[in-house]
């Protein structure tokens, strides 16, 4: 998100802003699930192999990592991609980055006699 502000690409930074905050409350509601299925047990040791019992729940997990990692169909390709797919400021004023540019030529400040 910050990225995309970074690089002029206000519209797919407001786009992931919107999209990772879809994907994230369906992780975060699949975690809800998980735990309302144990009982409301937080032992990490019983919150494991349940795709048999709750799999609606795997089944939302699983799209919402493959969202969050930016695959395909999904998306979180789509936002992701309009932000990496803009050229950075830098990339398109000149090819040598600014921190290997020699420095700016001084003004001579010797007068001559």
Known sequence: MFLGLG????TGAVFHLFTHAFFKALLFLGSGSV????????DITRQGR???????????????????????????FFSKEMILGRPSPA????????ACSPPPARPSTSRAR
Do not use: E, K, N, Q
């Not at 690089?7 to 206000?10: D, K, L």
């Not at 349940?50 to 979180?76: C, D, E, K, N, Q």
């Open 7 to 10: 690089v002029g690409a206000f």
């Open 35 to 42: 735990m309302h299925a144990i009982g409301g047990d937080c």
């Open 50 to 76: 349940l795709y048999r019992h709750i799999p609606w729940t795997a089944r939302t997990f699983i799209v919402g990592s493959l969202a969050l990692a930016g695959i395909f169909p999904f998306a979180g």
């Open 91 to 98: 990339a398109t004023t000149s090819s040598t980055p600014a």
